[in-house]
């Protein structure tokens, strides 16, 4: 598939946490330009300054308030616990304004994080697509990758599910798992979120089953070099 320019600035708001700076940590590592945003401007520059000291500090990554990343990025990817889902969209409803909000929560309900538990709204991505509206992107992705296996250069054995609001944002989220170095199929519409946020738990039960850490997912029956997909 012939790739177009793809947006270069990401936010990761939550980037603080561990799936998010995971993923900053890959896209820094592949040439964009990456804002970590947080509550607290302090601790975001302390995670870009951790990520800088990985990757030799030959790349772009800067901390921030959540707002303020948001505002300065042209992409803007959601890695908070669902318990602060609605306030952290809330607070940047006006900076995500006219860009794609990539959305990696997974409504997990803790202490019984190994059962499906989704929202009235059907799924977190979702409900991000209801607060911000109907003139907003949003995609939903990420949701069943270990963030243990973002921090290391070794192939990912798990696929990126991408469904969406439409298909050209689909398409642009798609870009940033290539880039992230892992294989992203379209998934559909964003109401196909509710199984792929729902395969987290049973990817967390099978974790707990065989003692395992990073049980994953993969499409089969497709040709690799497929149409469908977007992969290294
Ligand atoms: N961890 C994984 O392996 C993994 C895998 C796939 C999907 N996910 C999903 O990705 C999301 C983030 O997971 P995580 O493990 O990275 O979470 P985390 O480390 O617990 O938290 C991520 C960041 O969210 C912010 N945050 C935490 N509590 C908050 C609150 N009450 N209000 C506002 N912000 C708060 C914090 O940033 P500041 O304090 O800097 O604001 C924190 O650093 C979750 O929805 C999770 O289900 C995680």
Redesign the pocket.
């Known amino acids: 598939m012939a790739i177009s320019p793809i947006l270069s600035t990401i936010a990761v708001l ?9 993923l900053a940590y890959r896209w820094a590592k592949a040439g964009f330009r990456v804002l970590i ?4 401007p302090e ?2 520059r302390a ?1 870009a300054l951790d990520i800088l000291g990985l990757l030799g500090g030959k790349v772009f990554v800067e901390g921030s308030t ?1 707002i303020r990343a948001a505002e300065l990025a042209e992409i803007v990817v959601l ?7 609605r ?2 969209i809330e607070s940047v409803r006006e900076a995500v304004h006219g860009k794609i909000l990539v959305d ?5 309900m803790p202490p019984k994080v190994t059962r499906v538990q989704m929202p009235p709204a059907g799924s ?1 991505a979702q409900e991000a697509s209801a607060i911000l509206g109907p003139d907003m992107q949003v995609t939903s992705a ?7 296996l973002l921090m290391h250069p070794e192939p990912i054995e798990c696929d990126v599910l991408v469904t969406g609001t439409s298909q050209a944002a689909r398409l642009e989220t798609l870009k940033l798992v290539q880039a992230a170095g892992l294989v992203g199929w379209d998934a559909g519409p964003i109401e196909n979120s509710v199984v792929i946020e729902g395969l ?1 738990s049973v990817l967390i039960h099978i974790n707990r089953e065989t003692g395992s850490r990073n049980a994953g997912i993969k499409i089969t029956g497709i040709r690799r070099d497929s149409e469908h997909h977007i992969a290294l």
């Open positions: 939550g980037g603080t946490g561990k799936e998010g700076k995971g945003g947080s509550r607290n601790k975001a995670a959540n890695t908070v616990p669902y318990s602060a889902h306030e952290t990696v929560t997974v409504p997990l977190a990420f949701q069943n990758i270990s963030h243990e987290t």
